[in-house]
Every structure is written in structure tokens, then in C-alpha cells.
């Protein structure tokens, strides 16, 4: 079956680049997501990427994605303090009566003055 | 911007009650789905649900549970008999497609005593 797995902790510097990694085992997966999560609170989709691209650069969030290697990552740059919370990575392939999301463990980003 | 809204946000039952969780999905979306969050865990993948029945359920999703869409807005998850380790946070999410575009509700922190 699918499996995600995730680093556990990152702790970085505000104002530094967080570079978040992933790594997935099924090679249909279509979309791969970013999720975020603070505490006590839900699921924040933060971007994703179709599986046809290699990158996707969003404000401060840039994504890549090696097909080959099967690996994704996430990079933060000039990481604040709100940015501090559990990074999830997920992976889906839709099918035509829906598409189940498999996640990774979470990571947790800690962010320091 | 559109929201899946669900409550309580907090439920605390006692082993062997039965409990519903609600969430109202987006509007107009078609695809529905219930995941669990274990305290510090993977986010596993319960229940879609599209055109009125189960398309999807994973091996966690047995006969203790089950959902509903009882009227044009509301979709439940039920719990018959809950046991301790269905202690989780509830995560309803809608789509509109079965590609991406999830949206991910706060959760429902479920304790069972």
C-alpha cells in the first residue's frame, strides 16, 4: 500500500529558509499537498503539486519534486515565528468516486527567535 | 471563503455510548470524507463518500461505524459503541472534484472514558 513518511523536527531561526522533506512510496500518486497544522486546530492546505511538474513556487513556499527518487520537499523562505506548526506531507491518485489522501507523520517545525 | 464547519468541537463519552459527529461541508461540493488523528499519530484515512453511499473505507471503518448525509447539508459520523481508542480528533473534509481542492474541517477532539 501507500506509505508517506516525514522527518519528525525541524527547528530553524526566523528569517532562515526551512527546507521540509518527504518521501513517498507509490508511484501513481497524482497530486502530492502540504498541509499545516497549528495547535488545536485543523488541516491548512498550503499548496501542491501535480505529479507532471518538478517545481511549483508559491510567495514564500516552494516545492520540487523528484519523481525519480520519489522524494518531495517543502522550503520555507524567510521563516517567521507564526510559521511554527506540524507540516504534513500527502499524497493521492483521484479516481472517479474519490480520492483518499495518505499522510505522512507529521513535522514539527519549531521556530526560533 | 467557503468553510466545513463541525461540532461539537470537544466531545467526552463514556465507553460503550454511542456518538454522532457533524460537519456541514462546503455547499456545493460532491465528495465527503471522515479522517482520524490519533494524539500524536499519522492522519488516517476513514470514509469517502460520494452520490449518496460509501465509495471508499479503510480497514478502521468496520461496523462500529458508519455515515450519513440525512439532509441536503449535514454529513454524520456515528459511533455505536465507542471504546478508548477511538479517543481521536475527527477531521470531516468536503471536495468538489475527486481530484484535489479538499477542504478540511477544525475537528472534533473525541475522549472516551
Known amino acids: 500500500g501507500e506509505d508517506v513518511e516525514q522527518s519528525l523536527f525541524l527547528s530553524v531561526r526566523e528569517g532562515d529558509s526551512s527546507v521540509i522533506n518527504c518521501t513517498y512510496t507509490d508511484s501513481s500518486s497524482t497530486y502530492l499537498y502540504w498541509y499545516k497544522q497549528e495547535p488545536g486546530a485543523g488541516l491548512q492546505l498550503l499548496t501542491y503539486?501535480?505529479?507532471?511538474?518538478d517545481m511549483k513556487q508559491d510567495q514564500r513556499l516552494t516545492v520540487l519534486l523528484n519523481k525519480k527518487d520519489k522524494h518531495l520537499s517543502l522550503r520555507i523562505a524567510d521563516t517567521q515565528t507564526g510559521d511554527s506548526a506540524i507540516y504534513f506531507c500527502a499524497e493521492n491518485q483521484p479516481k472517479a468516486a474519490g480520492n483518499k489522501l495518505t499522510f505522512g507523520g507529521g513535522t514539527r517545525v519549531l521556530v526560533k527567535p | 471563503e467557503p468553510e466545513v464547519t463541525q461540532t461539537p468541537s470537544h466531545q467526552v463519552t463514556q465507553m460503550g455510548q454511542e456518538v454522532i459527529l457533524r460537519c456541514v461541508p462546503i455547499?456545493?461540493?460532491?465528495?465527503f470524507y471522515w479522517y482520524r488523528q490519533i494524539l500524536g499519530q499519522k492522519v488516517e484515512f476513514l470514509v469517502s463518500f460520494y452520490n449518496n453511499e460509501i465509495s471508499e473505507k479503510s480497514e478502521i471503518f468496520d461496523d462500529q461505524f458508519s455515515v450519513e448525509r440525512p439532509d441536503g447539508s449535514n454529513f454524520t459520523l456515528k459511533i455505536r459503541s465507542t471504546k478508548l481508542e477511538d479517543s481521536a480528533m475527527y477531521f470531516c473534509?468536503?471536495?468538489?472534484?475527486?481530484?484535489?481542492?479538499?477542504?478540511f474541517g477544525s475537528g472534533t477532539r473525541l475522549t472516551v472514558v
Open positions: 503539486i501535480f505529479s507532471n511538474m
Open positions: 473534509a468536503s471536495s468538489l472534484s475527486g481530484g484535489n481542492g479538499y477542504t
Open positions: 455547499s456545493n461540493h460532491l465528495y
